[in-house]
């Protein structure tokens, strides 16, 4: 599906998830799936809980045992392939990269995106963070219906007629 339409499909992106009970804390989801010579990553990672190895166009593996859910991975990804993901089981909490100006703000409801770019819900805006060093890049924390977990990519404005 990647290559025909621009997205992964269902398995690939179930592929990159632990089981849910590893998600009950904030872990560290690496949407990467194709080789390319690419390690931020791994470098930025302070608790070395991403590996890619010694040739640098591998896909990183990641080791939720270290993992913290940190976020430092996603604003070092220059991809927008990482998010942190927790899941009490009806609500899933993401903190997404987010590039596009003008920045949600606290509080706020957006549509909640898939990865073919299509609308499946709502997602309440619960903290926007942005970095001393990223700043184009904004970490997005966003709360959605656990039921839409695998297939949530990011978040788009609603428009209002």
Known sequence: MLEK???PTKE???????EKTVILNPKAI????????????????PFNAIYIGDDINQIPVIDFNKCTGCGVCVFSCPGLAIKVVQTDGKKATFKIPY???????????????????????KAKI???I??????????V?????DKIIYDFAT???QVYE
Request: net charge positive; with cysteine.
């Open 99 to 121: 590039e596009f100006i003008p920045y949600p703000k606290k509080n706020e409801i957006w549509n909640a995106i898939d990865h073919a770019g299509e609308v499946i819900g």
């Open 12 to 18: 690939q992106i179930q592929s990159c998830f632990p």
């Open 141 to 145: 924390e966003v709360i959605v219906d």
């Open 126 to 128: 619960a903290n926007v």
């Open 155 to 157: 978040i788009r404005r």
């Open 5 to 7: 339409k621009g997205f």
């Open 130 to 139: 942005i970095g001393k060093k990223q700043n184009k890049t904004a970490l």
């Open 30 to 45: 690496i949407e990467c799936y194709e080789k390319i010579p690419c390690n931020p990553c791994s470098t930025s990672c």
